[in-house]
């Protein structure tokens, strides 16, 4: 037997069991589509009030009246911030003056009192969900204060990251318990500073935060179907990879972080597509995706110039002398590789294939580890060897750009085909200030300059237009 979790503050049951309409722009929307379909003799009368008897209008109806729900949301989160610095400068102002037992209970006091009326209003009687839920945020952030103030009254002298540590520690079941994002984002934040600051003060990697964040955070962010909070855990792990091999890894040879960070995207693209045969796995698959080809465009534009070769291969030629970073390297390798096949395989099973989008995206994770083998074998050191791996980058740039507005034709998504049209017109701009700009004159660069802007947005429209296009009748 399966029950439905109960709803969160952000979606109020609605009476009867009817769905919320999501804005007044789409009652307004619907009430103009349903009258067209009545006039057209697609849906009859009674049809038309039975579509409208799904969704509770009365949020909308607030919205036209003159109480929109972003603004309700924007004074709240607003007003929650301002009480808690007021309470902060208060406590500061008057610190010396007050008791310590008082200071305690004044601290206290305030991170309870926010906790328990946003839960009663935003969780327990659902009757102001919004300002509950900016109310539990404002506890949590006063939680995180009374840490730091409570340690400043008993003059405790401890390793301060462990704060930080207590803080994130101490917010995590707030967002387990009542499906809050914004919770679950403000403790992926939280764990993340506390790996930076963890890793500055030891000068060493912090590997319970890959524990933390694979094991806690981004399972509670597909519980919680939140692509924005599995977003920030993959934002955060780049963070630590980043942070700590830069500190222990590497050392100083800081060029070798970039490699790392490559085949990093790789895996997260690699992992994109494996969940592109799984049901409801759609919105992190995006997510994924996106990400992953964003990095991996990002870095080949960085490898794409000779002079950052020339400079990235004085260090790959030291990658030998770092045994945990290959290490490290090896294992993102192997994820990729494993989850690129487990997407070609998982179709015989669950019935679900990403399509040729997705064989695509598994082609460029093999292309992308392929060239970084390159990267290592033949490492740019010397000006010939640094311009032949400069082509061969600039070849993935502009090849990717292309591949992604494909993806996107193919999965009928804005973004990809958005992000594949920026960099391929940043790249090109970007070769033509490389190699005309100088040759011409200042005023004939401008126009050529503009020419090709013009150009970008040209193919922009265009590529767009074939998009709507291809969707109008895939839905016909």
Known sequence: MTTTPEPGPTTPPAPGGRRPAPSAQFAAWLAGELAAWRMAGIVS?????????QYDLSEAAADRRGAPRLLIVIFSLLGGLLVGTGVLLFLAANWEEIPKPFRVGLVLV????????????GYHRKTHP?????????GAMLYGAG???????????????????????????????????PLLVLTTVLFTLWTGTETAVSQHSNPAYLGVALLLLAPLAWRQRSSFALACVVAGLAFWLGFGADAWLVSHDWGLVFPLFLLYAVAVLALGTTLA?????????????????????LLAYGFSFPDAQHELGRDLGRAGEHGAYLAVLMVLVAFAVAAAAAGAALPRWTGVSGGRAAAYERVAVAVVLALTALL?????????????QAILWNLVLFGGSLGLTVVGSLRREYSPVYLGLSAFSIALFTRYLDTLAGMLPMGLAFICGGGLLLAGGFLFERQRRRLVTAIRKEGA
Do not use: C, M
């Open 376 to 388: 290592f074998a033949f490492p740019g050191a010397d000006r010939d060897a640094s311009l032949l």
């Open 130 to 138: 919004r300002t509950g839920e900016a109310l539990v945020l404002l």
């Open 45 to 53: 009368a009674d049809q038309e009030k039975a579509i409208w008897g």
């Open 147 to 181: 840490i730091w103030l409570i340690a400043q009254i008993f003059n405790l002298a401890s390793h301060y990251p462990n704060g930080v540590l207590a803080w994130a520690a101490g917010v995590l079941p707030v967002p387990f318990l009542l499906r809050s994002t």
């Open 110 to 121: 305030f991170t309870g009192a926010a906790y328990h009326f946003g839960y009663q209003l």
């Open 277 to 297: 045969s799984f049901a409801g796995a759609e919105p992190f698959r995006w997510t994924l995706t996106l990400l992953g080809s964003a990095g991996i465009v």
